[in-house]
Protein backbone atom coordinates (compact mmCIF):
# COMPACT_ATOMS: atom_id res chain seq x y z
CA UNK A 1 0.00 0.00 0.00
CA UNK A 2 1.13 3.67 -0.66
CA UNK A 3 -0.27 6.82 1.03
CA UNK A 4 -0.56 8.12 -2.83
CA UNK A 5 -2.88 5.16 -3.38
CA UNK A 6 -6.71 6.37 -3.76
CA UNK A 7 -9.58 5.78 -1.28
CA UNK A 8 -11.53 3.38 -4.21
CA UNK A 9 -15.34 2.92 -3.36
CA UNK A 10 -17.09 -0.39 -4.99
CA UNK A 11 -20.53 0.70 -5.86
CA UNK A 12 -22.02 3.63 -7.42
CA UNK A 13 -25.53 3.01 -6.10
CA UNK A 14 -26.59 5.58 -3.45
CA UNK A 15 -24.75 4.19 -1.33
CA UNK A 16 -21.46 5.04 -2.84
CA UNK A 17 -22.89 7.94 -4.68
CA UNK A 18 -23.98 9.28 -1.04
CA UNK A 19 -20.74 8.35 0.91
CA UNK A 20 -18.48 10.66 -1.74
CA UNK A 21 -20.94 13.44 -1.59
CA UNK A 22 -20.85 13.69 2.66
CA UNK A 23 -16.87 13.47 2.13
CA UNK A 24 -15.99 15.85 -0.34
CA UNK A 25 -18.25 18.26 2.16
CA UNK A 26 -15.31 17.53 4.07
CA UNK A 27 -12.44 16.37 1.92
CA UNK A 28 -12.31 18.66 -1.43
CA UNK A 29 -8.89 16.94 -2.71
CA UNK A 30 -8.09 12.75 -1.45
CA UNK A 31 -7.93 11.00 -4.42
CA UNK A 32 -11.04 8.64 -5.08
CA UNK A 33 -11.67 6.16 -7.75
CA UNK A 34 -15.32 4.52 -7.91
CA UNK A 35 -15.29 1.27 -9.35
CA UNK A 36 -19.03 0.03 -10.55
CA UNK A 37 -20.19 -3.03 -12.61
CA UNK A 38 -22.86 -0.90 -14.43
CA UNK A 39 -23.10 2.37 -16.31
CA UNK A 40 -22.69 5.05 -13.20
CA UNK A 41 -26.03 6.94 -13.70
CA UNK A 42 -27.13 8.08 -10.81
CA UNK A 43 -30.83 7.17 -9.77
CA UNK A 44 -32.63 7.13 -7.26
CA UNK A 45 -33.51 3.08 -6.88
CA UNK A 46 -36.71 3.88 -4.84
CA UNK A 47 -38.03 5.46 -8.04
CA UNK A 48 -38.11 2.83 -9.76
CA UNK A 49 -41.22 1.30 -9.06
CA UNK A 50 -42.67 5.09 -9.44
CA UNK A 51 -41.84 5.04 -12.96
CA UNK A 52 -45.69 5.03 -14.74
CA UNK A 53 -47.25 6.63 -11.96
CA UNK A 54 -44.92 9.57 -12.59
CA UNK A 55 -44.65 8.81 -16.39
CA UNK A 56 -40.79 8.38 -16.23
CA UNK A 57 -39.11 5.52 -18.39
CA UNK A 58 -35.74 4.84 -17.31
CA UNK A 59 -33.77 7.76 -19.00
CA UNK A 60 -36.92 9.65 -17.14
CA UNK A 61 -35.75 8.52 -14.18
CA UNK A 62 -31.84 8.82 -14.70
CA UNK A 63 -30.62 12.23 -12.31
CA UNK A 64 -27.13 12.93 -14.07
CA UNK A 65 -24.53 10.31 -16.35
CA UNK A 66 -21.39 9.57 -15.11
CA UNK A 67 -19.32 12.06 -16.55
CA UNK A 68 -21.67 14.70 -14.73
CA UNK A 69 -20.97 12.95 -11.39
CA UNK A 70 -17.66 12.50 -11.79
CA UNK A 71 -17.21 16.09 -12.33
CA UNK A 72 -19.72 17.56 -9.79
CA UNK A 73 -17.79 14.92 -6.83
CA UNK A 74 -14.26 15.32 -8.32
CA UNK A 75 -13.57 11.20 -8.40
CA UNK A 76 -12.92 9.04 -11.62
CA UNK A 77 -15.63 6.41 -11.86
CA UNK A 78 -14.70 3.63 -13.74
CA UNK A 79 -18.23 1.57 -15.21
CA UNK A 80 -18.38 -1.89 -16.62
CA UNK A 81 -16.07 -2.74 -14.62
CA UNK A 82 -16.29 -5.88 -12.20
CA UNK A 83 -14.50 -6.44 -9.35
CA UNK A 84 -13.65 -10.09 -9.24
CA UNK A 85 -11.19 -10.16 -5.93
CA UNK A 86 -10.12 -8.45 -3.06
CA UNK A 87 -6.25 -8.52 -1.96
CA UNK A 88 -6.70 -7.20 2.00
CA UNK A 89 -2.59 -7.87 2.72
CA UNK A 90 -1.70 -6.03 -0.12
CA UNK A 91 -4.57 -3.56 -0.35
CA UNK A 92 -5.28 -4.36 -4.12
CA UNK A 93 -8.90 -5.04 -5.50
CA UNK A 94 -8.75 -7.15 -8.52
CA UNK A 95 -10.21 -6.83 -10.99
CA UNK A 96 -9.82 -9.47 -13.83
CA UNK A 97 -6.33 -9.34 -14.88
CA UNK A 98 -5.56 -5.90 -13.65
CA UNK A 99 -5.07 -4.93 -10.00
CA UNK A 100 -5.96 -1.25 -8.23
CA UNK A 101 -4.04 -0.08 -5.22
CA UNK A 102 -6.11 1.64 -2.54
CA UNK A 103 -5.36 3.47 1.08
CA UNK A 104 -9.27 2.62 2.19
CA UNK A 105 -11.94 0.31 0.52
CA UNK A 106 -15.78 1.21 0.37
CA UNK A 107 -17.65 -1.87 -0.33
CA UNK A 108 -20.93 -0.68 -1.37
CA UNK A 109 -21.88 -3.20 -4.06
CA UNK A 110 -25.81 -3.84 -2.66
CA UNK A 111 -27.54 -7.10 -2.89
CA UNK A 112 -28.13 -9.52 -5.57
CA UNK A 113 -32.01 -10.35 -6.09
CA UNK A 114 -32.79 -13.94 -5.63
CA UNK A 115 -33.43 -16.19 -8.63
CA UNK A 116 -35.98 -18.83 -8.72
CA UNK A 117 -34.78 -21.85 -10.44
CA UNK A 118 -38.00 -22.27 -12.56
CA UNK A 119 -39.19 -24.65 -15.06
CA UNK A 120 -39.86 -23.86 -18.72
CA UNK A 121 -38.96 -22.26 -21.57
CA UNK A 122 -40.02 -18.91 -21.18
CA UNK A 123 -37.34 -17.80 -18.47
CA UNK A 124 -36.12 -15.02 -20.61
CA UNK A 125 -39.54 -13.16 -20.07
CA UNK A 126 -38.95 -13.53 -16.40
CA UNK A 127 -37.37 -10.09 -15.41
CA UNK A 128 -35.93 -9.00 -12.02
CA UNK A 129 -35.80 -4.86 -11.53
CA UNK A 130 -32.84 -3.96 -9.06
CA UNK A 131 -31.38 -1.62 -11.04
CA UNK A 132 -32.24 1.67 -13.95
CA UNK A 133 -30.41 -1.19 -16.27
CA UNK A 134 -32.74 -3.54 -15.19
CA UNK A 135 -35.49 -1.41 -15.32
CA UNK A 136 -34.43 -0.28 -19.15
CA UNK A 137 -34.38 -3.54 -20.16
CA UNK A 138 -37.76 -4.26 -18.54
CA UNK A 139 -39.54 -1.28 -20.17
CA UNK A 140 -38.11 -2.28 -23.20
CA UNK A 141 -39.08 -6.24 -23.10
CA UNK A 142 -42.77 -4.77 -22.19
CA UNK A 143 -43.35 -2.67 -25.20
CA UNK A 144 -46.53 -3.54 -26.97
CA UNK A 145 -48.00 -5.63 -23.73
CA UNK A 146 -50.36 -5.48 -21.27
CA UNK A 147 -50.58 -8.13 -18.48
CA UNK A 148 -47.88 -8.64 -16.48
CA UNK A 149 -47.13 -11.61 -13.99
CA UNK A 150 -45.38 -10.87 -10.08
CA UNK A 151 -43.84 -13.41 -8.35
CA UNK A 152 -43.69 -11.85 -5.38
CA UNK A 153 -45.80 -9.85 -2.67
CA UNK A 154 -43.25 -8.27 -0.59
CA UNK A 155 -42.56 -4.24 -0.50
CA UNK A 156 -41.44 -4.22 -4.04
CA UNK A 157 -43.67 -6.72 -5.69
CA UNK A 158 -46.94 -4.34 -4.19
CA UNK A 159 -45.04 -1.24 -5.49
CA UNK A 160 -44.48 -2.39 -8.95
CA UNK A 161 -48.12 -3.98 -8.68
CA UNK A 162 -50.06 -0.13 -7.97
CA UNK A 163 -47.53 1.14 -10.64
CA UNK A 164 -48.23 -0.57 -13.08
CA UNK A 165 -52.12 -1.11 -12.59
CA UNK A 166 -51.85 2.99 -12.75
CA UNK A 167 -50.07 2.62 -16.12
CA UNK A 168 -52.98 0.79 -17.55
CA UNK A 169 -51.86 -2.78 -17.40
CA UNK A 170 -53.23 -6.18 -16.27
CA UNK A 171 -52.04 -6.77 -13.33
CA UNK A 172 -51.66 -10.77 -11.42
CA UNK A 173 -49.41 -11.19 -8.50
CA UNK A 174 -48.31 -14.90 -6.99
CA UNK A 175 -46.86 -15.35 -3.80
CA UNK A 176 -46.53 -18.31 -1.40
CA UNK A 177 -47.42 -16.51 2.03
CA UNK A 178 -51.17 -15.89 2.89
CA UNK A 179 -50.55 -12.25 3.10
CA UNK A 180 -48.85 -9.57 1.37
CA UNK A 181 -45.37 -7.93 3.10
CA UNK A 182 -45.83 -10.65 5.59
CA UNK A 183 -42.14 -9.73 7.00
CA UNK A 184 -43.24 -5.89 6.96
CA UNK A 185 -46.98 -5.40 8.23
CA UNK A 186 -48.98 -7.04 11.15
CA UNK A 187 -51.98 -8.96 9.24
CA UNK A 188 -54.92 -5.59 9.66
CA UNK A 189 -52.49 -3.72 7.87
CA UNK A 190 -51.63 -6.12 5.14
CA UNK A 191 -55.20 -7.05 4.19
CA UNK A 192 -55.70 -3.69 3.95
CA UNK A 193 -52.85 -2.95 1.34
CA UNK A 194 -54.07 -5.94 -0.32
CA UNK A 195 -58.11 -4.94 -0.38
CA UNK A 196 -56.99 -1.21 -1.80
CA UNK A 197 -54.70 -2.87 -4.20
CA UNK A 198 -57.08 -5.36 -5.23
CA UNK A 199 -60.02 -2.81 -5.72
CA UNK A 200 -57.50 -0.88 -8.30
CA UNK A 201 -57.82 -4.13 -10.10
CA UNK A 202 -54.87 -6.25 -9.32
CA UNK A 203 -55.50 -10.49 -8.86
CA UNK A 204 -53.95 -11.78 -6.00
CA UNK A 205 -52.79 -15.48 -6.15
CA UNK A 206 -51.54 -15.80 -2.81
CA UNK A 207 -50.72 -19.50 -0.96
CA UNK A 208 -49.02 -20.76 -4.01
CA UNK A 209 -45.97 -20.28 -6.15
CA UNK A 210 -45.16 -20.39 -10.15
CA UNK A 211 -43.64 -23.51 -11.12
CA UNK A 212 -43.22 -22.95 -14.46
CA UNK A 213 -43.24 -20.33 -17.60
CA UNK A 214 -43.48 -21.43 -20.73
CA UNK A 215 -44.07 -19.71 -24.77
CA UNK A 216 -47.32 -19.07 -25.86
CA UNK A 217 -48.88 -17.53 -28.99
CA UNK A 218 -48.38 -13.83 -27.90
CA UNK A 219 -46.88 -13.70 -24.36
CA UNK A 220 -46.02 -16.44 -21.64
CA UNK A 221 -48.23 -19.49 -19.90
CA UNK A 222 -47.57 -19.91 -16.16
CA UNK A 223 -48.57 -23.04 -14.22
CA UNK A 224 -49.15 -22.25 -10.47
CA UNK A 225 -48.65 -24.85 -7.78
CA UNK A 226 -52.32 -24.83 -7.12
CA UNK A 227 -53.16 -26.08 -10.72
CA UNK A 228 -54.10 -22.59 -12.16
CA UNK A 229 -52.86 -21.02 -15.53
CA UNK A 230 -52.45 -17.66 -16.32
CA UNK A 231 -51.61 -16.19 -19.25
CA UNK A 232 -49.00 -12.85 -19.36
CA UNK A 233 -46.50 -10.86 -21.81
CA UNK A 234 -43.97 -10.74 -19.25
CA UNK A 235 -43.11 -11.61 -15.44
CA UNK A 236 -41.52 -9.75 -12.87
CA UNK A 237 -39.74 -11.98 -10.55
CA UNK A 238 -40.06 -9.78 -6.80
CA UNK A 239 -38.78 -12.49 -4.26
CA UNK A 240 -36.12 -11.02 -2.48
CA UNK A 241 -32.98 -9.86 -2.36
CA UNK A 242 -29.14 -11.02 -0.87
CA UNK A 243 -26.52 -9.26 -0.18
CA UNK A 244 -23.39 -9.35 -1.96
CA UNK A 245 -20.93 -11.70 0.76
CA UNK A 246 -19.00 -14.04 -1.91
CA UNK A 247 -16.38 -11.58 -2.82
CA UNK A 248 -15.49 -10.46 0.89
CA UNK A 249 -15.69 -14.00 2.28
CA UNK A 250 -13.58 -15.04 -0.18
CA UNK A 251 -11.04 -12.42 0.71
CA UNK A 252 -11.47 -13.29 4.24
CA UNK A 253 -13.24 -10.88 5.42
CA UNK A 254 -16.37 -11.63 7.97
CA UNK A 255 -19.77 -12.26 6.97
CA UNK A 256 -22.82 -12.87 7.85
CA UNK A 257 -26.45 -12.25 6.40
CA UNK A 258 -24.63 -9.55 4.95
CA UNK A 259 -20.73 -8.35 4.99
CA UNK A 260 -19.96 -7.55 8.79
CA UNK A 261 -19.29 -3.97 9.95
CA UNK A 262 -18.95 -3.05 13.49
CA UNK A 263 -21.00 1.00 14.03
CA UNK A 264 -17.69 2.43 12.64
CA UNK A 265 -18.51 0.22 9.34
CA UNK A 266 -15.05 -1.34 9.86
CA UNK A 267 -15.05 -4.62 8.06
CA UNK A 268 -12.37 -7.04 9.58
CA UNK A 269 -9.90 -6.56 7.46
CA UNK A 270 -7.77 -3.48 7.86
CA UNK A 271 -8.86 -0.43 5.72
CA UNK A 272 -12.06 -2.00 4.36
CA UNK A 273 -15.45 -0.51 5.18
CA UNK A 274 -18.90 -1.44 4.40
CA UNK A 275 -22.22 -0.03 4.05
CA UNK A 276 -25.95 -0.18 2.28
CA UNK A 277 -27.43 -3.34 0.71
CA UNK A 278 -24.28 -4.81 1.39
CA UNK A 279 -23.71 -4.62 4.88
CA UNK A 280 -24.56 -6.52 8.37
CA UNK A 281 -24.02 -3.48 10.19
CA UNK A 282 -23.73 -4.30 13.96
CA UNK A 283 -25.98 -7.33 13.50
CA UNK A 284 -28.42 -5.69 11.30
CA UNK A 285 -29.55 -5.52 7.81
CA UNK A 286 -31.77 -3.21 6.47
CA UNK A 287 -31.95 -2.72 2.45
CA UNK A 288 -33.33 0.34 2.79
CA UNK A 289 -32.38 4.63 2.00
CA UNK A 290 -32.51 6.01 5.29
CA UNK A 291 -30.28 3.70 6.97
CA UNK A 292 -27.54 3.68 4.43
CA UNK A 293 -27.54 7.56 4.62
CA UNK A 294 -27.01 7.29 8.17
CA UNK A 295 -24.04 5.38 7.22
CA UNK A 296 -22.91 7.17 4.59
CA UNK A 297 -22.31 10.45 7.02
CA UNK A 298 -20.77 8.26 9.88
CA UNK A 299 -18.35 7.13 7.09
CA UNK A 300 -17.29 10.29 5.81
CA UNK A 301 -16.07 11.51 8.74
CA UNK A 302 -14.17 8.53 9.57
CA UNK A 303 -12.53 8.51 6.12
CA UNK A 304 -11.95 12.35 6.63
CA UNK A 305 -9.51 11.43 10.00
CA UNK A 306 -13.01 11.44 12.93
CA UNK A 307 -13.78 8.03 13.71
CA UNK A 308 -17.34 8.03 14.10
CA UNK A 309 -20.06 5.90 14.61
CA UNK A 310 -23.16 5.37 12.94
CA UNK A 311 -26.35 6.19 15.17
CA UNK A 312 -29.91 5.18 13.14
CA UNK A 313 -32.35 6.99 14.77
CA UNK A 314 -35.88 6.19 14.03
CA UNK A 315 -36.73 5.04 10.51
CA UNK A 316 -40.02 4.70 9.16
CA UNK A 317 -40.32 2.89 5.79
CA UNK A 318 -43.08 4.67 3.46
CA UNK A 319 -44.56 1.87 0.86
CA UNK A 320 -45.14 3.66 -2.69
CA UNK A 321 -48.65 1.98 -2.95
CA UNK A 322 -50.47 5.20 -3.50
CA UNK A 323 -53.85 3.33 -3.70
CA UNK A 324 -53.63 2.89 0.49
CA UNK A 325 -50.69 4.89 1.55
CA UNK A 326 -48.67 2.98 4.21
CA UNK A 327 -46.15 3.55 6.46
CA UNK A 328 -43.94 1.28 8.86
CA UNK A 329 -42.15 1.14 11.62
CA UNK A 330 -41.23 -2.27 12.79
CA UNK A 331 -40.69 -3.38 16.34
CA UNK A 332 -36.82 -4.28 16.91
CA UNK A 333 -36.87 -8.01 16.28
CA UNK A 334 -37.58 -10.48 18.67
CA UNK A 335 -39.34 -6.86 21.39
CA UNK A 336 -41.88 -8.49 23.95
CA UNK A 337 -45.40 -6.88 23.09
CA UNK A 338 -48.02 -6.76 20.87
CA UNK A 339 -50.08 -4.99 18.24
CA UNK A 340 -53.37 -2.85 19.10
CA UNK A 341 -55.13 -2.33 16.30
CA UNK A 342 -57.44 0.27 15.76
CA UNK A 343 -59.30 0.02 12.12
CA UNK A 344 -62.09 1.39 9.72
CA UNK A 345 -62.14 -0.02 6.57
CA UNK A 346 -58.66 0.12 4.99
CA UNK A 347 -57.39 2.84 7.51
CA UNK A 348 -55.52 0.89 9.77
CA UNK A 349 -53.36 2.42 12.60
CA UNK A 350 -51.58 -1.06 14.71
CA UNK A 351 -49.38 -0.05 17.34
CA UNK A 352 -46.39 -2.52 18.22
CA UNK A 353 -46.83 -1.84 22.61
CA UNK A 354 -44.38 -3.05 25.38
CA UNK A 355 -45.95 -4.90 28.15
CA UNK A 356 -44.98 -1.36 29.94
CA UNK A 357 -47.26 0.77 27.52
CA UNK A 358 -44.19 1.86 25.29
CA UNK A 359 -44.81 2.27 21.67
CA UNK A 360 -42.19 0.33 19.91
CA UNK A 361 -43.20 0.02 16.45
CA UNK A 362 -46.11 0.88 14.14
CA UNK A 363 -48.05 -0.24 10.87
CA UNK A 364 -50.41 2.55 9.61
CA UNK A 365 -52.42 2.37 6.10
CA UNK A 366 -54.80 4.69 4.45
CA UNK A 367 -55.19 8.44 6.52
CA UNK A 368 -53.58 7.15 9.38
CA UNK A 369 -50.11 7.71 7.22
CA UNK A 370 -50.71 11.21 8.06
CA UNK A 371 -49.63 10.13 10.99
CA UNK A 372 -45.97 9.01 10.45
CA UNK A 373 -44.09 11.96 11.59
CA UNK A 374 -45.70 12.06 14.71
CA UNK A 375 -45.67 8.22 15.59
CA UNK A 376 -42.05 8.06 14.71
CA UNK A 377 -41.21 10.51 17.38
CA UNK A 378 -42.35 8.27 19.65
CA UNK A 379 -40.36 5.34 19.05
CA UNK A 380 -37.61 4.71 20.51
CA UNK A 381 -34.50 5.07 18.18
CA UNK A 382 -32.36 2.25 17.40
CA UNK A 383 -29.38 3.20 18.64
CA UNK A 384 -29.90 5.63 22.01
P1 LIG B 1 -27.08 -0.69 -5.24
O1 LIG B 1 -27.92 0.47 -5.64
O2 LIG B 1 -27.55 -2.04 -5.61
O3 LIG B 1 -25.65 -0.42 -5.85
C1 LIG B 1 -24.69 -1.43 -5.98
C2 LIG B 1 -23.57 -0.95 -6.86
O4 LIG B 1 -22.49 -1.88 -6.79
C3 LIG B 1 -23.93 -0.83 -8.33
O5 LIG B 1 -23.25 0.30 -8.86
C4 LIG B 1 -23.35 -2.12 -8.93
O6 LIG B 1 -23.05 -2.01 -10.30
C5 LIG B 1 -22.09 -2.25 -8.12
N1 LIG B 1 -21.51 -3.60 -8.06
C6 LIG B 1 -22.08 -4.74 -7.59
N2 LIG B 1 -21.21 -5.77 -7.67
C7 LIG B 1 -20.06 -5.27 -8.20
C8 LIG B 1 -18.79 -5.81 -8.53
N3 LIG B 1 -18.49 -7.10 -8.30
N4 LIG B 1 -17.87 -5.00 -9.09
C9 LIG B 1 -18.13 -3.69 -9.31
N5 LIG B 1 -19.32 -3.11 -8.99
C10 LIG B 1 -20.26 -3.89 -8.45
N6 LIG B 1 -35.71 1.76 0.14
C11 LIG B 1 -36.35 2.71 0.89
O7 LIG B 1 -35.82 3.12 1.93
N7 LIG B 1 -37.56 3.22 0.50
C12 LIG B 1 -38.17 2.82 -0.63
O8 LIG B 1 -39.26 3.30 -0.95
C13 LIG B 1 -37.53 1.83 -1.45
N8 LIG B 1 -38.09 1.43 -2.61
C14 LIG B 1 -37.44 0.52 -3.38
C15 LIG B 1 -38.01 0.15 -4.60
C16 LIG B 1 -37.37 -0.76 -5.42
C17 LIG B 1 -38.01 -1.16 -6.71
C18 LIG B 1 -36.12 -1.33 -5.02
C19 LIG B 1 -35.43 -2.35 -5.90
C20 LIG B 1 -35.55 -0.97 -3.81
C21 LIG B 1 -36.19 -0.03 -2.99
N9 LIG B 1 -35.63 0.39 -1.78
C22 LIG B 1 -36.27 1.32 -1.02
C23 LIG B 1 -34.29 -0.10 -1.34
C24 LIG B 1 -33.17 0.92 -1.67
O9 LIG B 1 -33.38 1.44 -2.96
C25 LIG B 1 -31.81 0.25 -1.55
O10 LIG B 1 -31.64 -0.09 -0.18
C26 LIG B 1 -30.63 1.12 -1.99
O11 LIG B 1 -30.87 1.75 -3.21
C27 LIG B 1 -29.35 0.27 -2.06
O12 LIG B 1 -28.30 1.06 -2.52
P2 LIG B 1 -26.80 0.49 -2.60
O13 LIG B 1 -25.98 1.61 -3.14
O14 LIG B 1 -26.40 -0.10 -1.31
O15 LIG B 1 -26.86 -0.72 -3.65
Request: a negative charge; aromatic letters at 4%.
Amino acid sequence: MTDQAPIVIVGTGLSGYSLVREFRKLDKDTPIVMVTADDGVSYSKPMLSTGFTKAKDAQGLAQADTDAMAEQLGVEVRTYTTVTGIDADNHELVLGDQRLGYRKLVLAWGADVIRLNLAGDAVDRVHSINDLMDYRAFRQALEGGKRVAIMGAGLIGCEFANDLRNGGYDVDVIAPDAAVMPSLLPEPAASAVQHELTELGVRFHLGTVVDRVDHEAGGVRLMLANGEALQADLVISAVGLRPRTELAKAAGIDTGRGIKVNRALETSAADVYALGDCAEVDGQVLLYVLPLMACARALAKTLAGERTDVRYGTMPIMIKTPCCPTAVCPPPVGADGSWQVERDDSNVKALFTSPTGEVLGFAITGRFALEKQTLAREIPPIHQ
